[in-house]
């Protein structure tokens, strides 16, 4: 049911094929460190059915390591890397040199973010309005139709800020580490299916191996704002707040489950710290506290006449050190309309997340009963399952990676389906 409206979408896409041939892909690719992981990326690179794109790579590091010696042999695999690149001939590459000694970042100005910012800066330098910016990891894999699949969505929707391109982690094998990914992902998963649920406005997942973006909407908000780590969610909250972020693809991609220290935070550091044992920057949110947040925003229309507690008061007036919240935003924005969006963008992902972080620890409810009410909530007919298998091993961490895999699928498939339901939601909107 749900693919059939979709063939006949893209089907339709092709009858206009002809329009947006001409559309280019200017490929985003930070590497550090990533000499064994960049023949896989270049490889799906090198087999993609629409050929009109171009990469830029970043080499990156700090400059100082060149005097450490632990980081060294970073320092070398990056000139490897470098020599890699340089050595593509079968298609068009853009290396920016942020490694070779004398190069490299300089005091805070470093991270992937900064690498993000940099190769993108540059991109919309050269790039036509109408290009798109795709962004990648290099330890990303994908089909060989997945620019295709990007182009023709954004051409189906022209006004969209943004792409957040469904995603699946591979296992690979080894049980620690396919523990972990699945971990962390149960946990982004449960996350985005909850804000999709309650229809809220930032339930997009924010990988940066994930996103794409017309030329046009960088540079409408400005450009990436340069942060070491998590520039992800900031950007596409940014976007989020200039039109909307469409969250279904007929392509996914494939980051690598590999536990890495490249970045702060994001799915490496994660892993890290899970392997550990240690889940507590990475809990299983109770559906209730996305309820408050569904019925603090569901008052938006009636706080633009009025002053009254929402569930999330409390938060809110510690957060911004002022009661005084709503009153100022009715004397900037006239209508009800534009009060209810700058209700939005004041309590954006971030405030959310904040207020999930906060609330979590006054519940006292261990990840494994959130997950179970979760699913009694969401997913009903499959609670007996996840009941069952918590029952046997009490906590998520006795269960099997089959036992972890298979609640990610099941998240998976019902996000996907949340996905769907908003992006044909969105597409009947842009016809009407």
């Not at 940014?238 to 392509?251: A, D, F």
């Not at 970045?263 to 490496?268: I, K, L």
């Not at 709503?326 to 959310?352: M, S, V, Y």
Request: proline residues 3%; hydrophobic residues 35%.
């Amino acid at each position: 049911m749900y693919y059939r409206l979709l063939i006949h979408n893209f089907a339709e896409t092709r009858l206009h094929l002809q329009e947006h041939k001409n559309t280019k892909i200017y490929l985003s690719l930070p590497v550090l460190d990533e000499i064994e992981a960049l023949p896989v990326v270049v490889e799906c690179i090198r087999k993609q059915s629409y050929s009109n794109f171009v990469l830029y790579a970043c080499v990156n590091q700090p400059d100082a390591w060149w005097q450490i010696e632990d980081k060294m042999q970073v320092c070398l695999n990056n000139m490897k890397a470098m020599e890699f690149l340089k050595d593509i001939t079968d298609f068009n590459v853009k290396i920016i040199d942020n490694c070779s000694e004398g190069k490299g970042w300089k005091a805070d100005k470093l991270g992937v973010g900064w690498a993000r910012k940099t190769i993108m800066d540059e991109i919309s330098k050269n790039a036509s309005a109408d290009d798109i910016i795709l962004s990648l990891d290099a330890d990303l894999s994908f089909e060989e139709n997945y620019f295709q699949s990007v182009v023709d969505n954004l051409y189906c929707h022209p006004d969209a800020s943004a792409l957040s391109v469904p995603y699946y982690h591979r296992l690979t094998g080894k049980d620690d580490a396919d523990r972990a990914v699945l971990r962390y992902e149960i946990y982004m998963r449960n996350y985005a299916l909850n804000l999709l649920y309650t229809g809220n406005p930032y339930s997009f997942t924010a990988l940066g191996s994930a996103m794409a973006l017309p030329v046009n909407a960088y540079r409408k908000i400005g450009g990436m704002s340069p942060k070491k780590s998590g520039e992800d969610f900031y950007f596409l909250q940014q976007l989020r707040k200039t039109g909307e972020v469409i969250q279904w693809n007929k392509e996914k991609v494939y980051p690598a489950a590999r536990f890495s220290d490249r970045v702060f935070f994001g799915t490496g550091p994660a892993m890290i710290k899970g392997n550990t044992g240690d889940w507590t920057s990475y809990p299983v949110y109770h559906y209730s506290l996305f309820l408050k947040i569904k019925e603090t925003c569901d008052l938006f229309p009636v706080l633009f006449s009025e002053d009254i507690e929402t569930p999330m008061s409390d938060f809110l007036y510690e957060q911004f050190r002022t009661t005084d919240i709503w009153q100022p935003l009715r004397n900037n924005f006239k209508t009800r309309w534009h009060f209810i969006k700058a209700c939005h963008e004041k309590i954006d992902g971030l405030r959310i997340h904040q207020f999930l972080k906060s609330e979590q620890k006054k519940i006292n409810i261990t990840d494994e009963q959130c997950l179970n009410d979760n699913f009694a909530f969401i997913i009903p007919d499959r609670q007996k399952l996840i009941s069952e298998m918590l029952s046997v091993a009490e906590t998520l961490s006795k269960l099997s990676v089959q036992q972890l895999n298979t609640i990610r699928n099941i998240l998976a498939e019902e996000e996907e389906k949340y996905r769907l339901t908003l992006y044909q939601n969105i597409k009947t909107n842009n016809r009407q």
